[in-house]
């Protein structure tokens, strides 16, 4: 079975709650319908649509969910993805990298020095050079990667990145491709 087939199933919120409450115990249609609040026509209704589909077993009364399907789904969707860009052509840099940005957000700034390095030298490249930004601007720019502008705007500086003068700040550091 594949993933959209079962994202598709559980899109129905009949269905997604037979699901759950056979992933927390339930085996037969009376206890899903007591688990989830559906009627006991509701249930059955899912569950024959479950069932069809090979999600669940049924057995008169008795409902059993085939988790293995989850994890057969998952295991073919992850085969068939693209395959991930590096954001960094440095393979350990790009495992930080990986380990602190989700979707183009910095999640959490590292404690660690020499990973917060990493991660600042990847955030410096929204700067150009040579430009002059009011701290406004680079609060902006910073605010897409990091809710946390103020700290991050301090390492940048802290760590020669960025360099500030008089509420004005411009790039002073970090690779520069020609």
């Known amino acids: 079975m594949e993933a959209g087939t079962i994202v598709g199933l559980l899109a129905d919120p009949a269905r997604l709650k037979v699901v759950a409450a056979l992933a927390l115990g339930a085996g037969t ?5 007591g688990v989830s609040g559906l009627s006991l026509k509701d249930v059955a ?3 024959r649509r479950l069932a069809r589909a090979g999600l669940v077993h049924r057995d008169g009364h008795a409902l059993a969910l085939h988790t293995e399907q989850f994890g057969a789904a998952a295991r073919a969707a992850a085969a068939t993805a693209p395959p991930v860009e590096p954001l960094s052509a440095d393979p350990e840099q790009d495992a930080v ?3 602190f940005l989700r979707d183009g957000r910095l999640v959490s700034v590292p404690t660690q020095r020499s990973k917060r390095l ?3 030298e990847h955030l410096v490249h929204v700067f150009e050079v040579g430009v002059r930004y009011p701290e406004r601007e680079v609060n902006a720019l910073l605010a897409a990667w990091h809710p946390d502008v103020a700290a ?3 390492y940048l500086v802290d760590e020669g990145l960025l360099t500030r003068e008089s ?3 411009w790039r002073s550091g970090g690779y520069v491709e020609v």
């Open 29 to 33: 249609i009376e206890d899903v319908a």
């Open 45 to 47: 209704l899912a569950a």
């Open 97 to 99: 990298l990986r380990a």
């Open 118 to 120: 990493v991660v600042l």
């Open 152 to 154: 991050l705007r301090r």
């Open 167 to 169: 509420g004005v700040y």
